[in-house]
């Protein structure tokens, strides 16, 4: 997935807003916390995304190889993809989402509400 497609993806999940920081960073918000980001860093200049998820998708996915716990948000149960081969584009998808959804889970009824995302 191309930053360009990664973009395009989280800008049709619901609510989503996009800015672009941290030295060209694309961060992708829900309520106004973060769920993924996609930055180049570090040698090879390739197109790395993080994302938050579930405690079991994290113990599971920092064992596979090019799969590390993110830099900085490790804690908060967020992983790194290192390269494009690691994670398929359709799984990596399912992984955005679960991501949008348990950041917007954690939004206030009325945050909820105001975004259309239920209460």
């Known amino acids: 997935m191309t930053r360009e497609e990664f ?4 800008s049709a999940l619901p ?5 672009v920081q941290w030295g060209n960073a694309s961060v992708w ?3 106004g916390k973060i769920f993924t980001v996609c930055s180049r860093w570090g040698a090879g200049q390739q197109d790395k995304i993080s994302f938050k998820c579930s405690d079991i998708s ?21 992983v790194q ?3 494009a081969s690691t ?3 359709d799984d990596l998808k399912a992984y ?3 991501a949008h959804k348990i950041i917007a889970a954690k939004l206030t009824k009325k945050q909820k509400k105001e975004l259309g995302l239920g209460a």
């Open 15 to 19: 609510a989503t807003t996009n800015v």
């Open 81 to 83: 993809r290192e390269t």
């Open 7 to 10: 973009d395009l993806f989280c």
């Open 29 to 31: 918000k829900v309520g």
């Open 96 to 98: 955005l989402k679960e």
């Open 58 to 78: 994290y113990a599971l996915l920092i064992e596979q190889d090019g799969v590390i716990p993110a830099p900085y948000l490790a804690r908060a149960k967020w």
């Open 87 to 89: 994670i398929s584009d």
